[in-house]
Nanobody, 126 residues
Framework: QVQLVESGGGLVQAGGSLRLTCAASGRTFRDYVVAWFRQAPGKEREFVGRLIGSTPLTNPLTYYDTSVEGRFAISTDFTKKTVYLQMRSLKPEDTARYYC???????????????WGQGTQVTVSS
């Protein structure tokens, strides 16, 4: 069983950058798909991006929602116990609580992910 803890959120001005961290305990991400989702007040949870844990560390397979592609990047460290979400060129519409999740399927559907962290708040001011 994997437990997840996110960190790195905060307040940033539009155009700025943040790096979120998702740390795993219990197991590595090697056997999982690790995804980032976000949820803004009054809105449904939405897919941000995912990384396939079994793919090579130096060039992991990743997927992104079109709203963040080219601005966000997911990576992992050599232990595969930490996954990062590097966010650049942030916009006010990126404001949300960001969650990492793990699952066994390569999907952007939140219902396919069985384990979730508690989330970290990202606020982008205009």
């Amino acid at each position: 069983q994997v437990q997840l803890v996110e960190s790195g959120g905060g307040l940033v001005q539009a155009g700025g950058s943040l790096r979120l961290t998702c740390a795993a305990s219990g197991r590595t991400f090697r056997d999982y798909v690790v995804a980032w989702f976000r949820q803004a007040p009054g809105k449904e949870r939405e897919f941000v991006g995912r990384l396939i844990g079994s793919t090579p560390l130096t060039n992991p397979l990743t997927y992104y929602d079109t709203s963040v592609e080219g601005r966000f990047a997911i990576s992992t460290d050599f232990t595969k116990k930490t996954v990062y979400l590097q966010m650049r060129s942030l916009k006010p519409e990126d404001t949300a609580r960001y969650y990492c999740a793990v699952g066994n399927y390569n999907s952007e559907n939140a219902s396919m992910y069985k384990t979730w962290g508690q989330g970290t708040q990202v606020t982008v001011s205009s």
